[in-house]
Every structure is written in C-alpha cells, then in structure tokens.
C-alpha cells in the first residue's frame, strides 16, 4: 500500500508491469502511485497492473499512469477470479494504448466500466508529477477534486506519514496539505422568513472553487 513505483526501463521482448499477481489469493492495492514508461520498444504486454486467473484483486484509491504508446498498452490487464475496482486514476497517453483487458481490450473507461461493471467512480486524466523517479503531485493536481478517492479504514497516512484526509483523501500514494475538496464548511443554517428563506454558510477553506 501508499508505494511511488516508477518503471522506465525494459528489456526489447519481455512484457513489463508495475505490479504481476501471478500467483493465486488475494490482493489488495490501495494508495499506490505507479508509473510505467518503457524507453525500450517491446512486444510484449506493458500493464500497470496485471493479474492471473487465479488471483482475486481489490483495486482502490491509485494513480495508474501507463505512457507507452502501444495495442499492448494496458492500464489494468484483469483475467482474475474476483475483482473490486474504483475511485482509481488510470490513465494511458499513447492514442493505441488500451485502459484495460477483459475477455478483450477496453479502449477507454466507459468501455471498461460497460464490460466489467467496475470502476464507476475512477476517472483518467494526465497528472503532474514532481519527476519522472519523485512520484509526489504538483502544480494542477494539487488541489484537484478529480483525485478525490474514498476512505479506508485500515489506510489512515500517507507515504510520507501525512494525515489522509477523513472524507476525501487523495488517489495515490501522495496526500497532499491542500485536499481536492473545492468547499469546505463549518456552518450552514436555513431559515425561513415568509415565503422565502434565507441561507447563511461559513466556510473554513475555499480550493479551486467556482460557481459556489
């Protein structure tokens, strides 16, 4: 869990992958940050995420980044018995790279979520990086309500010991200090006065807010 995994390098033949189950049980990836880049041509599989038949997999909470350009391409390659997919990050630059594979492969997310029934709150945009090997956020993804995940009990800090935040942590293995909730308030009262009412908030931080 919450690791920065960053793969840029492969040999001409071999597939590569981020993480491999290739062994049966049961796996569960949660606030990971994953990149996978070959700066070798291969003709074999390049997935961020690839597991065997006989490995059931709970998915939740990453940033799954896959900038090979190729029908090879995979954000996560899926022959597992069991799988439980959402609120991930899973993006593919090249134009031939597919999101994912089930019984065949799913070009973009609607087509991943139409075959597997997963994913129906995961997105896939481009995130900034500090680097290429520093997989911490930057610039646009901070603060980024795109990248809000969901709670985890058993997941409670960051890779770098950062709090996560109780309702709205971020996708990945960073949490950053300015959390991707746009509006966040102390007080919020109604009342009524004839016909109308009558609306007072307060609001303890204001993020990347608009038509509030």
Request: hydrophobic fraction near 40%; proline fraction near 4%; include cysteine.
């Amino acid at each position: 869990m919450y690791d920065f995994y960053c793969l840029n390098a492969a040999p001409n033949t071999t597939p590569v992958y981020g993480i491999y189950a290739q062994t049966g049980g049961t796996y569960n990836i949660y606030y990971n940050s994953i990149d996978v880049n070959p700066v070798n041509n291969t003709t074999g599989i390049v997935a961020v995420l690839r597991f065997v038949p006989t490995a059931n997999a709970d998915i939740k909470n990453n940033i799954l980044t896959n900038t090979y350009n190729s029908s090879t391409s995979y954000g996560i390659y899926w022959t597992a018995s069991v799988l439980t997919s959402d609120y991930n990050n899973v993006y593919l630059s090249g134009a031939n790279a597919n999101f994912g594979f089930s019984v065949s492969a799913r070009k973009t997310l609607a087509d991943w979520q139409a075959a597997t029934s997963q994913d129906a709150n995961s997105v896939s945009k481009a995130v900034e990086f500090i680097s290429a090997t520093d997989l911490h956020l930057k610039g646009a993804s901070l603060g980024d309500i795109d990248l809000a995940g969901t709670p985890l009990a058993s997941v409670t800090t960051d890779i770098d010991g950062n709090v996560r935040h109780a309702e709205f942590p971020y996708m990945g293995a960073d949490e950053d200090l300015v959390h991707p909730l746009p509006v966040e308030l102390v007080g919020f009262t109604a009342l009524s006065a004839g016909k109308e009412v009558n609306l007072n908030w307060s609001t303890k931080t204001e993020v990347n807010s608009y038509q509030f």
